[in-house]
């Protein structure tokens, strides 16, 4: 078996604490050459917290986009990239929502953007709740938590106000799957 594309050189053009560019020399199939700029990021988690017929959605001012976002928790620890992603899931939860779930169960995975990144996400499905106090890091400060009815998400959905694409990947998967 050939390989599609071969790797001829590669340099990190951009690194950061959160993620890492790098620059490919690339060889196609055909013998031509390219280049291929990759992010690489840690792996992330969704979570989808299930309650009283509705999902727990966290709402935080997004800079590249220069507006507020409403969306699933979720997130990732780069100074641990190796983490279990069900470890993961669970200290992320606690720590934006302040939710514990009792019952987390991984129903899926995404890819963040494989034409350009190889970050992957876990997503979670989380119930049988109960609320203690949240640990939200420093950047998380504006963040805001709420429950919304199912029917209400959806509304959002409809409407282009959930638009963040993990959040609708994930709340995608749990329907098609019958988590609701």
Same mark, same amino acid.
């Given at each position: 078996?050939?390989? *599609?594309?071969?790797?001829?050189?590669?340099?990190?053009? /951009?690194?950061?604490? #959160?993620?890492?560019?790098? +620059?490919?020399?690339?060889?196609?199939?055909?013998?031509?050459?390219?280049? @291929?700029?990759? =992010? +690489?990021?840690?792996?992330?988690?969704?979570?989808?917290? #299930?309650?009283?017929?509705?999902?727990?959605?966290?709402?935080? @001012?997004? /800079? %590249?986009?220069?507006?507020?976002?409403? *969306?699933?928790?979720?997130?990732? #620890?780069?100074?641990?990239?190796?983490?279990? %992603?069900?470890?993961?899931?669970?200290?992320?939860?606690?720590?934006?929502?302040?939710? =514990?779930?009792?019952?987390?169960?991984?129903?899926?995975?995404?890819?963040?953007?494989?034409? /350009?990144?190889?970050?992957?996400?876990?997503?979670?499905?989380?119930?049988?709740?109960?609320?203690?106090?949240?640990?939200?890091?420093?950047?998380?400060?504006?963040?805001?938590?709420?429950?919304? %009815?199912?029917?209400?998400?959806?509304?959002?959905?409809?409407?282009?106000?959930?638009?963040?694409?993990?959040?609708?990947?994930?709340?995608?998967?749990?329907?098609?799957?019958?988590?609701?």
């Amino acid at each position: 078996m050939t390989r *599609e594309i071969e790797t001829v050189s590669s340099r990190v053009a /951009y690194e950061n604490r #959160w993620l890492r560019v790098r +620059e490919d020399i690339i060889r196609r199939a055909d013998g031509s050459d390219g280049l @291929y700029g990759v =992010v +690489e990021r840690s792996d992330f988690v969704v979570l989808l917290p #299930w309650h009283d017929g509705g999902l727990t959605l966290v709402e935080q @001012y997004r /800079y %590249p986009v220069r507006q507020r976002q409403w *969306e699933l928790p979720m997130g990732t #620890w780069e100074s641990a990239p190796d983490t279990d %992603p069900a470890q993961l899931a669970a200290a992320e939860l606690r720590e934006e929502t302040g939710l =514990v779930a009792r019952n987390l169960v991984r129903i899926g995975g995404i890819l963040q953007g494989a034409g /350009y990144c190889n970050q992957r996400g876990h997503i979670f499905w989380a119930s049988q709740l109960t609320q203690q106090d949240h640990q939200r890091e420093a950047t998380e400060q504006d963040l805001v938590c709420r429950h919304f %009815p199912l029917a209400e998400v959806e509304a959002m959905i409809r409407d282009d106000v959930l638009v963040d694409a993990p959040s609708l990947a994930a709340i995608a998967m749990a329907r098609l799957k019958g988590f609701f």
